[in-house]
């Protein structure tokens, strides 16, 4: 899913030396790395840069408002956006479809070749993805009504570790029940059943009993989110952020004030949001 709010930045502007060069990075702490063939933004402006064959370089200034490490696809963020702020640059020649192969490059620096939060970054909505081109990309409808809290604890889980401890080997029965639960999450999302779409979430017999332990209190939160009229609540991505899928926006409010404070007493700080859907995903904005 693509949330409306937060989202990473990249302001591009044209420069004489050839390339991309990476002027500035704010809000990371001095974490990502500078060089554009290493950091994600830098390696998805030079893809399209090549894709269109301009020969002028570009720099590149990166706002990460996206918290790193978070399970919030923010390196994603990063590559559609700097993409995007490329191909705006040089008159927007380039659709999103066009522009794909150029965020997975970008994606693939870091996090591997995957389209999980570029898809749906790049074309905003609820995305079904099976393949890492566009026509595998799906989009499905966006339940009316549909709210989310985001639960950010400050704790690290870096994705290698996240997927490390995933199984390599998966019983016959957890296949059958996570298939299972898949085409219960379709089903109710087509059928703008958010109660159903947050009990089918909360069905995953593979990924999250491997990474639980990855979560501090995730039971407690879980129960905890219940009682304030929560749908369900999962792992965002690797983790750690939390995502409570609600049917009202007060619900959500309700939640992300309740598990921060939970996180606090057990001497965890934390980030609540509250989020909507972006229909259309990332967008440019023209400054002056």
């Given at each position: 899913?693509?949330?409306d709010?937060p989202?990473?930045?990249v302001v591009?502007e044209?420069?004489?030396q050839?390339?991309v060069t990476?002027?500035?990075?704010?809000?990371d702490g001095g974490q990502?790395?500078h060089?554009?063939?290493?950091?994600?933004?830098?390696?998805?402006?030079?893809?399209?840069?090549?894709l269109l064959?301009?020969?002028r370089?570009v720099?590149l200034?990166?706002?990460k408002n996206?918290?790193l490490?978070?399970?919030?696809?923010?390196?994603?963020?990063?590559?559609?956006?700097?993409?995007?702020?490329?191909?705006?640059?040089?008159?927007?020649?380039?659709t999103?479809?066009?522009l794909?192969p150029a965020?997975?490059d970008?994606?693939?620096?870091v996090?591997g070749?995957?389209a999980?939060?570029?898809?749906?970054?790049l074309f905003?909505?609820?995305?079904l993805?099976s393949?890492t081109?566009?026509?595998?990309?799906?989009r499905?409808?966006?339940?009316v009504?549909?709210h989310l809290a985001?639960?950010?604890?400050?704790i690290?889980v870096?994705t290698a570790v996240a997927r490390?401890v995933?199984?390599?080997l998966?019983?016959l029965?957890?296949?059958?029940?996570?298939?299972?639960?898949?085409?219960?999450l379709v089903d109710?999302?087509?059928?703008?059943?958010?109660?159903?779409m947050?009990?089918?979430?909360e069905?995953?017999s593979?990924i999250?009993?491997?990474?639980?332990?990855?979560?501090?209190?995730?039971n407690?939160?879980?129960?905890?989110a219940?009682?304030c009229?929560?749908a369900?609540?999962v792992i965002s991505?690797?983790?750690?952020?939390?995502?409570?899928?609600c049917?009202q926006?007060?619900?959500a409010?309700?939640?992300g004030?309740?598990?921060?404070?939970?996180?606090?007493?057990?001497?965890?700080?934390s980030?609540?949001?509250c989020a909507?859907l972006?229909?259309?995903?990332a967008?440019v904005?023209?400054?002056?």
């Amino acid at each position: 899913m693509c949330v409306d709010e937060p989202g990473d930045r990249v302001v591009a502007e044209v420069c004489e030396q050839q390339g991309v060069t990476i002027k500035n990075i704010e809000g990371d702490g001095g974490q990502l790395t500078h060089d554009p063939s290493k950091n994600t933004a830098g390696v998805a402006a030079k893809s399209v840069l090549a894709l269109l064959g301009v020969s002028r370089g570009v720099n590149l200034t990166i706002y990460k408002n996206l918290p790193l490490a978070s399970g919030l696809g923010s390196s994603a963020a990063s590559s559609v956006a700097a993409a995007l702020a490329v191909n705006a640059l040089f008159g927007s020649q380039l659709t999103c479809e066009e522009l794909l192969p150029a965020c997975l490059d970008g994606e693939a620096a870091v996090s591997g070749r995957h389209a999980d939060n570029v898809g749906p970054c790049l074309f905003g909505g609820i995305t079904l993805i099976s393949g890492t081109h566009s026509p595998h990309i799906h989009r499905l409808p966006i339940p009316v009504s549909l709210h989310l809290a985001l639960i950010t604890p400050s704790i690290l889980v870096p994705t290698a570790v996240a997927r490390s401890v995933l199984p390599s080997l998966i019983p016959l029965s957890a296949m059958v029940s996570q298939t299972s639960a898949v085409a219960c999450l379709v089903d109710a999302i087509y059928r703008n059943d958010i109660a159903a779409m947050g009990r089918a979430m909360e069905c995953d017999s593979v990924i999250e009993p491997a990474r639980a332990h990855l979560m501090p209190f995730l039971n407690n939160m879980r129960e905890l989110a219940h009682q304030c009229g929560a749908a369900g609540l999962v792992i965002s991505g690797a983790g750690p952020t939390l995502c409570a899928v609600c049917s009202q926006f007060e619900i959500a409010e309700s939640v992300g004030r309740k598990l921060g404070l939970a996180y606090k007493n057990a001497g965890i700080e934390s980030v609540s949001r509250c989020a909507h859907l972006s229909a259309n995903g990332a967008r440019v904005v023209s400054v002056s």
